[in-house]
């Protein structure tokens, strides 16, 4: 699962729908595995506006990388800081969660992740 999906991603529990707390899902006991991809600025500078920089940031820091601005980059920003890029390519590409947890800060609930997948289904009493 690479870190890019988890500013989509969400408590799945119906109680978690309209609490702010449940974004986003805080990575617990994260095995990191690197792959070397080849850099491409035009997926990085069309993905920037989408991104929930806030979100983005916490989870950065959860996973022990250097911390990212308090502002997100604009994309022209983005186009002339060669280390930036490579930076968010490096976290957002070719970072992923091997193994490990994702938690809702608003349930509690854990989210498994087994060889790069997260296991969403929930058991009966929380759907």
Request: aromatic share 4%; glycine share 4%.
């Amino acid at each position: 699962m690479k870190v890019l999906s988890l500013n989509f991603l969400t408590c799945a529990v119906k109680a978690c729908k309209s609490s702010s707390s449940s974004y986003p899902l805080h990575p617990q006991d994260a095995e990191l595995v690197q792959d070397e991809i080849e850099l491409n600025p035009d997926i990085l500078i069309n993905v920037l506006p989408r991104l929930d920089w806030t979100a983005l940031r916490t989870t950065s820091s959860e996973l022990g990388f250097p911390p990212l601005p308090e502002q997100a980059p604009t994309q022209e920003e983005l186009r002339t800081d060669e280390k930036t890029l490579r930076d968010l390519h490096h976290l957002l590409l070719e970072t992923q969660i091997s193994e490990g947890k994702l938690v809702c800060a608003n349930c509690g609930h854990s989210y498994a992740v087994k060889e790069g997948i997260a296991n969403f289904l929930l058991p009966s009493h929380l759907v």
